[in-house]
């Protein structure tokens, strides 16, 4: 019977060396794979479903603004959140016009945000490689984004602020 664990001098070293490889990876795992099963948290039938209370999915503009806003720029506000440690805003906006929207999306446009707290300006940030951060472009049916600088974590979840754009002005938007 041959012993796979014996190396001859004839074969290669790889030949011995792989199921000794197998074993060794199979003891190892197997003990990670059972502990990662074991420790799963159940999931909520509430967040599964779908379903989640009022409070929780708290718009971050009122209906009526929304429609407002759909009709005389062209564009959906999908909500602005803070991102990269509080220290970005994360604006998004569906375009559903391209025209009404240039104001928003179109190359020249210098957007910035005003904390209505604190009063702050806050600006996009340009990058030398990268240019400043937001999305461009003028296609329909497509979702943008703008990032703004938010030193210090100024502006927090929960405030309210005013998005600025040339002519394009959204004001009293929820920070989620």
């Known amino acids: 019977m041959k012993n796979l664990f014996v190396l001859s001098s004839r074969k290669s070293s790889r030949d011995g060396a792989f199921p000794i490889f197998l074993i060794c990876l199979t003891i190892a795992i197997f003990p990670i794979i059972s502990c990662a099963t074991s420790h799963q948290k159940p999931v909520d039938p509430a967040i599964a479903s779908g379903e989640l209370s009022k ?3 708290e718009p971050t503009q009122p209906e009526d ?3 407002e806003i759909e009709q005389k720029w062209g564009v959906k506000i999908l909500g602005i959140r803070q991102t990269a440690n ?3 805003l994360d604006f998004r906006f569906h375009v559903i016009d391209p025209e009404k929207a240039n104001p928003l999306i179109g190359r020249h446009a210098k957007p910035y945000i005003i904390d209505e707290a604190s009063g702050m300006k806050l600006s996009v940030p340009s ?4 240019g400043s951060l937001r999305a461009k472009g003028n296609q329909p049916d497509r979702d943008y984004f703008i990032l703004f600088s938010n030193p210090n974590g100024i502006v927090k979840k929960g405030n309210k602020v005013t998005v600025i754009a040339d002519d394009f002005r959204v004001e009293h938007l929820i920070v989620e």
Do not use: N
């Not at 990058?127 to 990268?130: E, F, H, Y």
């Open 86 to 88: 509080a220290f970005l």
């Open 65 to 67: 603004q929304s429609i």
């Open 127 to 130: 990058m030398p490689k990268v």
């Open 55 to 57: 409070d929780a999915a």
